[in-house]
């Protein structure tokens, strides 16, 4: 497992080939990148503020949750903080597991974290300035949905996926 905060840009597709090397027992990756839009032109750069040693250790934690709860393999994040461009990757999420509903289970639960929960400050410049931005009612609804607490279940020995 593994949680990064970054400044420089990355290229999802190299992160995905080394998640993905040497997995000769795992049977689904599900991944997911975020990208920064220009919201028609109002938004010139995203700005993700950060505070190392506490961002990124809620971030391990929520992980280290998702391992377990959804019977992953094993799960990566990376994630910007600084200025980012439009059309820039802000985020990538991956997770392996022995089957596909897991793996893309997780994947999901993770981005609704990332995005309504994790401790994050976003501030969008555009052509009037900047703004702070908050998660929006559908990204905590989305989150919320997860909130349920349930048995974890043990993973199955053999599934058709």
Excluded: N
């Excluded at 970054?6 to 080939?17: C, R, S």
């Excluded at 220009?38 to 949750?65: H, N, S």
């Excluded at 905590?140 to 053999?158: E, G, H, K």
């Amino acid at each position: 497992m593994s949680v990064t905060l970054q400044t420089a840009p990355f290229d999802p597709g190299q992160l995905l080939t080394r998640f993905s090397e040497g997995r000769d027992e795992t049977g689904a990756i599900a991944s997911f990148t975020g990208l920064a839009r220009a919201e028609r032109g109002q938004t010139t750069a995203l700005e993700l503020e950060a505070y190392q040693g506490f961002t990124d250790v809620e971030i391990t934690r929520i992980v280290d949750a998702a391992l377990l709860r959804f019977g992953l393999q094993d799960a990566m994040v990376v994630h910007r903080i600084g200025a980012i461009a439009p059309g820039e990757a802000i985020v990538f999420v991956a997770c392996a597991a022995a089957h596909r509903r897991a793996a893309f289970e997780a994947c999901d639960h993770l981005m609704d974290w990332l995005k309504s929960r994790a401790p994050f400050w976003k501030k969008e410049h555009g052509p009037d300035g900047a703004r702070w931005i908050e998660p929006t009612d559908r990204d905590r609804t989305d989150a919320a949905r997860w909130d349920a607490s349930f048995d974890t279940p043990a993973p199955q020995a053999a599934q058709d996926d």
